[in-house]
T-cell receptor, first 113, second 112 residues
């Protein structure tokens, strides 16, 4: 969907460095999500947000942080505490938080230098 | 919490044949079941979804069936084409704010 933009497409992290992945949507969706995808595995939920200035931990939140200061933006920071950050990160959004289809961005591939 | 198991992990079919992917879920309160298709290096895209008040839903060559008693649902693709080759993910939700729990995915390869 052209309505969700993730950047950058590729990102490299050095040891001890924090990096931030951008996610912007112009779909006027209230809910936004961050997933991590590892090879041969499904999508695992990192954080989600139902409304501006509110967010909740998902299943694998350790080593990650988020903010939701604007409805259209939900950046994800991968901190140095995340010891295995190499993965494909997907951002998604939905109209509401109750059984609505999620629309995904194109993803960011993060690797360690 | 919810647990979704998906089988098989890989599936190869001849062009024109049918493909079936099955998922089971653990939470009997789950009531929404979408299927996503993800081509290599691209975003997952919703291809079909079903809610618990319906037993079957079709969209051209794609259909999904739901058995609430057995807690499983399946994706059926008929007359497969090479462009159907992708990874397919099932998911389940009980309508909570956490939304979806995903299966581990099925790599479908359609052989010409």
């Amino acid at each position: 969907d052209g309505g969700i933009t993730q950047s950058p497409k590729y990102l490299f992290r050095k040891e001890g460095q924090n990096v931030t992945l951008s996610c912007e949507q112009n779909l006027n969706h209230d809910a936004m999500y961050w997933y991590r995808q590892d090879p041969g595995q499904g999508l695992r939920l990192i954080y989600y947000s139902q409304i501006v200035n509110d967010f909740q931990k998902g299943d694998i939140a350790e080593g990650y942080s988020v903010s939701r200061e604007k409805k259209e933006s939900f950046p994800l920071t991968v901190t140095s505490a995340q010891k295995n950050p190499t993965a494909f990160y997907l951002c998604a959004s939905s109209i509401g938080s109750s059984n609505q289809p999620q629309h995904f961005g194109d993803g960011t591939r993060l690797s360690i230098l | 919490g919810e647990n979704v198991e998906q089988h098989p992990s890989t599936l190869s079919v001849q062009e024109g044949d049918s493909a079936v992917i099955k998922c089971t879920y653990s939470d009997s309160a789950s009531n929404y079941f979408p299927w996503y298709k993800q081509e290599l290096g691209k975003r997952p895209q919703l291809i079909i979804d079903i809610r618990s008040n319906v037993g079957e839903k079709k969209d051209q060559r794609i259909a999904v069936t739901l058995n609430k008693t057995a807690k499983h649902f399946s994706l059926h693709i008929t007359e497969t084409q090479p462009e159907d080759s992708a990874v397919y993910f099932c998911a389940a939700s009980r309508g909570s704010a956490r939304q979806l729990t995903f299966g581990s995915g099925t790599q479908l390869t359609v052989l010409p």
